[in-house]
């Protein structure tokens, strides 16, 4: 699975638009139960404005607020991005740790934001599970589980290691471009022949 995935994409990386890795933990805070685009809307009217934890400090949560506003449960979220920058600035200098203690200690941040950032910044092979990847891996048969962390150890266990760092960007672009949850382009799927999902279309 993961050779064919690699032919396709040999160097896949996350689709959310960020210049720093503040700015892709502020981004990915606003990922949560939202799509990528809907967040690259907001983040490049947001970033030219602030993209440092103290420029959106000063904001303030009403000052965030419009920024974020079309992004889903922005009044949470932006609480959180603020409480976020005040403890990454009195923490760690405004800077953004590479231990996934310190990230999941963060305000808004879980186990799968403290994973894609760990991967994706620090190059850390580490696999973030999202509803597209829990249902690619489901579906297939790849690393099945009853909840993310199940499926996020089994996929660490079945995955080799000159894959684990790409993993978790082809499982992703993979469930959201083909294994969709309700309309799957089964037909043109790479990988139908290893697929173990009896509902195959």
């Known amino acids: 699975m993961y050779q064919r995935l690699r032919q396709l994409n040999p160097k896949p990386t996350t689709e ?4 720093s890795t503040f700015e892709l933990l502020i981004a990915v805070i606003l990922s949560a139960q939202a799509t990528d685009v809907s967040v690259n809307k907001a983040t490049r ?3 030219p404005v602030a993209n440092t934890p103290q420029a959106i400090l ?3 949560e009403s000052g965030l607020m419009p920024y974020i506003a079309r992004i889903g449960l922005y009044r949470t979220k932006a609480h959180n991005v603020i409480a976020s920058c005040a403890l990454l600035i009195e923490r760690s200098g405004g800077e953004v740790p590479c231990q996934r203690a310190a990230l999941e ?3 808004g941040v879980g186990r799968k934001t403290a994973n894609v950032i ?5 190059g850390e ?4 599970v999202d509803t597209h990847i829990f249902r690619v891996a489901n579906r297939t048969g790849l690393a099945p589980g009853k909840d993310p962390r199940e499926v996020e150890n089994r996929l660490l266990e079945v995955t080799p290691d000159e894959f684990r760092h790409d993993a978790h960007h082809w499982l992703i672009l993979h469930g959201r471009y083909v294994c969709k949850a309700r309309s799957p382009t089964c037909t043109e799927c790479i990988l139908r022949d290893l697929c173990l999902w009896p509902e195959q279309k």
Not at 16 to 19: A, N, V
Not at 118 to 122: Q, R, S, V
């Open 16 to 19: 959310l638009e960020y210049h």
């Open 105 to 107: 200690a963060l305000p």
């Open 58 to 60: 000063d904001l303030g």
């Open 118 to 122: 760990l991967n994706t910044a620090f």
């Open 45 to 47: 009217r947001l970033f």
């Open 125 to 128: 092979p580490t696999i973030a």
